[in-house]
């Protein structure tokens, strides 16, 4: 049990939730109660068909402290969280999915991290002691997928970058800068958070599939969407690792085949019909040279863009 009266802001995005909020608010109000935590939830609806919203505006004549934002259209699950968080009244605020898939047993869990000086804490489905039970492996695949882009284009090191299910302070979260608005909004706000050098911690969950209702990733959309967003993330957080390597690679082989092409002249007296590989020789090399520089002039672009928003 915490020791002080904590407050928390809880940020639930829905469409068509209306069977699993039923369990997830009282379940939520549970362990809000048992742990003496000061807690609002915040459900961004958007405009359910199933009467999702109705049902969050009916539970809070009971327990008096959940907000319902009701949205005209579906605009997207990282714009919902975007307005949540921006709402939340309290300074630490917890997002986590409507669909049941994140057990709220682990909230005093996220808010004690957060006490000892985490400024985000994520609920990991990577780490020694977490599992996942029965996801359908097309899920496992693009979250493997996603949280690889983030380790290789941004650097993070961690797990479960792409994981919902997290807990933040709302003063670190007012000196992000984030573009997405759908799936990779997590991985942004992960990487956003790592770059700007805030302490990140994550823990252990166990996460189960939703036994009701249908998950809304599309994944033939999200594979384009990764696509685009590792080639940001490549010029936003890692420009000279990412361009300045892949620069470096064709100038070496440019060079290592003008090497080869003038052993060759030496050897021989004549150049013969390897025309094309000088060709492709000056090819490699420009081309390596202007990628390099364009790391360079997107790395100093970056510095100045995290300065200014600083």
């Not at 493997?144 to 003063?171: C, E, P």
């Not at 958070?193 to 823990?203: A, C, D, L």
């Not at 010029?235 to 064709?250: A, D, E, I």
């Not at 490699?284 to 390099?292: A, D, K």
Request: contains cysteine; aromatic residues 10%; positive net charge.
């Amino acid at each position: 049990m915490l020791v002080k009266m904590s407050k928390i802001s809880i940020i639930i995005p829905t469409y068509n939730e209306k069977e699993n909020i039923k369990k997830l608010i009282p379940d939520t109000e549970k362990v809000l109660k048992e742990n003496k935590i000061r807690g609002e939830i915040i459900i961004i609806d958007d405009n359910s068909p199933d009467g999702t919203g109705e049902l969050a505006e009916s539970l809070n004549k009971k327990y008096r402290n959940i907000k319902v934002m009701h949205r005209k259209k579906k605009a997207g699950v990282g714009s919902a969280r975007m307005l949540g968080f921006s709402i939340a009244s309290n300074d630490i605020i917890l997002s986590m999915e409507g669909d049941n898939t994140h057990n709220p047993k682990y909230i005093p869990k996220f808010i004690k991290e957060i006490e000892k000086g985490a400024d985000l804490v994520i609920g990991s489905r990577y780490l020694k002691d977490s599992k996942i039970i029965n996801w359908p492996i097309k899920r496992r695949i693009v979250s493997k997928t996603a949280n690889f882009i983030t380790r290789f284009f941004a650097g993070t090191r961690l797990t479960d970058a792409t994981n919902g299910y997290r807990a933040f302070t709302k003063k670190m979260f007012k000196k992000l800068w984030i573009e997405s608005y759908s799936y990779p909004f997590n991985m942004e706000f992960a990487c956003e958070t790592v770059s700007r050098g805030f302490k990140v911690k994550e823990i252990p969950i166990v996460f189960i599939d939703r036994k009701r209702g249908s998950s809304k990733l599309s994944v033939s959309k999200e594979f384009i969407s990764f696509i685009l967003t590792a080639f940001r993330f490549a010029y936003t957080y890692r420009p000279m690792k990412v361009f300045g390597s892949f620069g470096v690679l064709l100038i070496t082989l440019g060079v290592v085949l003008t090497g080869y092409l003038i052993n060759w002249k030496i050897r021989t007296g004549a150049v013969g019909d390897r025309l094309p590989l000088i060709f492709l020789a000056v090819v490699l090399i420009l081309s390596g040279v202007q990628i390099f520089s364009f790391g360079l002039i997107v790395n100093v672009v970056t510095r100045l863009r995290k300065e200014f928003i600083k």
